[in-house]
C-alpha cells in the first residue's frame, strides 16, 4: 500500500538541530474561540469513552464496561456491549482497517476484539501468547479479513504484531519492548512498515521495518508525560502532551507547541493530511491551523476528553461520563438529524479541502448495526510454523 493512511483512503475527493534538542516553539494556539463549532451528542453510555477512530459507516468509540459504539444516521448507539469476552473490561484504544470495514479495539486484562461491520460478526482475541497486561493501544493497517497487519501496545512496554494468515488465523510474531519497560499509551501507522510509538517516559521512537527494530528519535527535552500521537510520516510526527503542549516532529527536531493558555494537559491527537485535531483536559478542543498553529474551542462541556478522531461525515471528540463531541463535515446537514444533539454554540462548520464521500459498503446509514456473530479468533506463534 502506498503512503496514504487509513483515513486517506476513506476519503475520496469529491468537490535547526538533530532530533532531541529543543527549539523554541513560537506556535501557541492560533485563535481561541468561545462560539464553539461543536454539539454535544446524546450519548448512549455514562461510562468513560477513551477512544475514537473513522470508518466506512462513520465514526466509532471505544471505553470502559467494553462498549464499543457507532454514529449511525439516527444518532450514536451501543453496538458491543461487555467487550469480547462479555467481561465488562475496560476498552483504551481502537483503530479501523485501510478499508473501513472493520475495527479493532484493546483493553484490560488483555482483551482484544474485532468488530466487522459488514458481516457484523464479533471476534475474540484477547490475551495473545498469554498476555494479560492492559493492552493500551492498537493500529492497523491492511484490508479487513484478508491482509490485516495489527500491533498491540501495553502497560509493561511490550509490543505484538499479529498478521492475518490466508486461513483466518492470527500468526503473532515476537514480542519486543521498543523503548524499555515504561507504559507505551500511543502507536500510529503510516503503512504496514512504517510507525511510531511514544512512551509515559519521554520516548519517542520510530521504525520501517514492521516493528522488529525500532529507533529513538527523542524527545530528551521533555519534562511533562506524554499521552498520544500522531503520525503522517517520517517527517511529519505530533505528541499530545502535558501542560498544554503538542510537540512536532519534521524528521530532524523536536519543536514544543503550547496550544492551551491555561496549560491543561493534551490527552489526544489526529491527523489527515494537513488536517488535524486535539482534545484534553476541561472539555477543550483544538485544531491544526498549520504546522505550528493550532486554533482552541472552548466547548460546553469541563470533563476530559481523551479520544479524537477526523472524520469523513462528523469529526469526533469523546470522553469521561460517556461525553461525545461532534462536527458535521461539509455535506453533512446535522441539522437534518433526528434532533438527538444539544447544540453547544455557533451553527456554523469549518469548511475544509477535504469535501468527501465513504467508500461504497452495503449497509444504509440509518440501518442499525449489532453482533449477529460472536465466534473465538485463533492466534498461531511465527516460532512454530
Same mark, same amino acid.
Request: net charge negative.
Given at each position: ?159 505484538? *504484531?499479529?498478521?492475518?494468515? #490466508? @486461513?483466518? +488465523? ?8 521498543? /523503548?524499555? =519497560?515504561? !507504559? &507505551? ?115 460546553? *462541556?469541563?470533563?476530559?476528553? #481523551? @479520544?479524537? +478522531? ?8 469523546? /470522553?469521561? =461520563?460517556? !461525553? &461525545? ?61
Amino acid at each position: 500500500m502506498s503512503e496514504q493512511t487509513r483515513r486517506d483512503v476513506l476519503r475520496l475527493a469529491t468537490a535547526s538541530t538533530t532530533a532531541g534538542v529543543l527549539t523554541i516553539g513560537t506556535g501557541t494556539a492560533a485563535a481561541q474561540s468561545t462560539d464553539s463549532e461543536w454539539q454535544r451528542a446524546e450519548s448512549p453510555t455514562g461510562k468513560a469513552l477513551n477512544d475514537a477512530v473513522d470508518t466506512a459507516t462513520g465514526p466509532f468509540a471505544a471505553g470502559a464496561d467494553g462498549n464499543v459504539l457507532a454514529r449511525r444516521d439516527d444518532g450514536w448507539q451501543k453496538v458491543v456491549s461487555y467487550g469480547p469476552q462479555a467481561r465488562s473490561r475496560r476498552l483504551t484504544g481502537i483503530d479501523a482497517t485501510d478499508d473501513g470495514k472493520a475495527v479493532w479495539f484493546v483493553g484490560g486484562s488483555g482483551v482484544i476484539g474485532e468488530y466487522n461491520v459488514e458481516t457484523r460478526t464479533l471476534t475474540n482475541y484477547s490475551a495473545p501468547k498469554g498476555k494479560t497486561s492492559t493492552w493500551e493501544d492498537c493500529a492497523v493497517r491492511g484490508t479487513a479479513g484478508e491482509n490485516e497487519r495489527v500491533y498491540f501496545v501495553n502497560g509493561s512496554g511490550e509490543l505484538l *504484531v499479529g498478521v492475518r494468515q #490466508d @486461513g483466518g +488465523a492470527m500468526k503473532y510474531e515476537k514480542v519486543i519492548k521498543p /523503548g524499555g =519497560g515504561s !507504559t &507505551i499509551p500511543a502507536i500510529d501507522f503510516t503503512t504496514r512498515e512504517a510507525g511510531h510509538v511514544c512512551s509515559t517516559s519521554q520516548f519517542v521512537a520510530e521504525t520501517f521495518d514492521g516493528g522488529s527494530t525500532w529507533t529513538q528519535i527523542g524527545i530528551d527535552f521533555a519534562g511533562g508525560a506524554f499521552f498520544d500521537l500522531a503520525s503522517r510520516g517520517k517527517k511529519d510526527v505530533n505528541v499530545a502532551a502535558g501542560s498544554g503542549i503538542i510537540y512536532r516532529y519534521d524528521g530532524f527536531r523536536w519543536t514544543p507547541h503550547v496550544v492551551d493558555d491555561k496549560r491543561r494537559a493534551i490527552r489526544a491527537v489526529d491527523r489527515t493530511d494537513a488536517a488535524g485535531l486535539a482534545a484534553g483536559d476541561g472539555g477543550s478542543v483544538y485544531e491544526r491551523q498549520s504546522a505550528g498553529q493550532w486554533k482552541q474551542y472552548e466547548t460546553s *462541556v469541563e470533563t476530559k476528553l #481523551d @479520544g479524537v +478522531a477526523k472524520g469523513s461525515t462528523y469529526d469526533v471528540v469523546v /470522553g469521561d =461520563g460517556g !461525553t &461525545i463531541l461532534e462536527r458535521a463535515v461539509d455535506g453533512v446537514d446535522a441539522d437534518a438529524e433526528d434532533g438527538n444533539t444539544t447544540d453547544t454554540g455557533g451553527n456554523t462548520t469549518n469548511s475544509t479541502d477535504d469535501t468527501t464521500t465513504m467508500l461504497s459498503i452495503d449497509i444504509d446509514d440509518d440501518e442499525p448495526l449489532s453482533v449477529e456473530r460472536h465466534v473465538d479468533g485463533e492466534w498461531l506463534d511465527a516460532s512454530e510454523m
